[in-house]
């Protein structure tokens, strides 16, 4: 009997250190395998006397219930230990904080040329674009404005050669328009983008800047389509409470030309700094079509009329966010781009 106990401390010693799977089939093929120590048990009981055979055959079962089950819970317990690890491993503590990654907004300028163009839009406008190193032909010739016309000191311009030049405004973007429709059918268009005038920079000038230009050309447009036009303009951009004022004025491609002001969004005309007390603010220039533009780009003045309007896009930025230095949209302070970031 004191083998049985011996071999089973052996057994059990051995099983504590046993960490694998591999280990654990081992230590079964010693024991309890064909040629195991229990095995060897079993097969010594043909050497006993018949009457004692019996009881041995019971401990040998036994012993063998015994390791089996021993093996068994070992087993389950690697099983169980292996599980926590894989567990601990892949824990998530889902109380934690997200990982936020900064997303970007499109550029404030950009927000006010869509949401013009929206309106526009809405109104069956087309938008068109057009080269920003333009001909000198179309920047001025073909807008009424010759070679040594006075008015072009008005637009000082940055040029390539004598006959090319990065356009000072959008307009001619509206003169190929025109070209381009043959004199034969009505214009509707917007044209945002950037221009480039030879100012010195400063709070309120910038060599590069955008404009938004309107042009409407068809058989019956009258001076009381644009002023219907710019007061949507300008309720749009500052509020539906607005009224529109026209001043006249000058520009060589516009005859009638004006300058048109809206009411004072921040005192409502009653006079504050913004307006500088007179309750108006200037926000465009616009007129109806010069005769001239019209035939050089092939209409008709006798049967097409028009009108155009010219809008400064960081203008209405700056008056409507109250910005005093138009330097900030360039300059991509992130502080100052995010303002807008909603
Ligand atoms: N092109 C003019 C400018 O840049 C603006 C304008 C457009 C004025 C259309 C009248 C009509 O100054």
Redesign the pocket.
Known sequence: MNAFETLKAAFLTRLETVKTDQELAQLKADYLGKKGEVTGLMQAMKDLPAAEKPAYGQKVNALKAELTAALNAHKAAIETARMNEKLAQETLDVTLPGRTFPVGSPHILSKIVESIEDLFVGLGYQIKEGPEVESDEYNFEK?NLPKDHPARD??DSFYIDPSTLLR????PVQVRTMLDYGGQKPVKIICPGK?YRRDDDDATHSHQFM?I???VVDESTTMADLKGTLLKLAQTMFGKDRTIRLRPSY?P??EP?VEVDVSCYNCEGAGCSICKHTGYIEI????MVHDNVLKMSGYDPAKYQGF???IGVERIAMLKYGIEDIRHFYTNDMRFMRMFNQ
Do not use: I
């Not at 000072?168 to 307009?171: I, M, R, V």
């Not at 465009?284 to 007129?287: F, I, P």
């Open positions: 807008l008005m637009q000072t405004h959008t307009s221009v404009q230009e309107g042009l520009f491609f516009t030309s465009l220039g616009a007129g155009a309007f010219g």
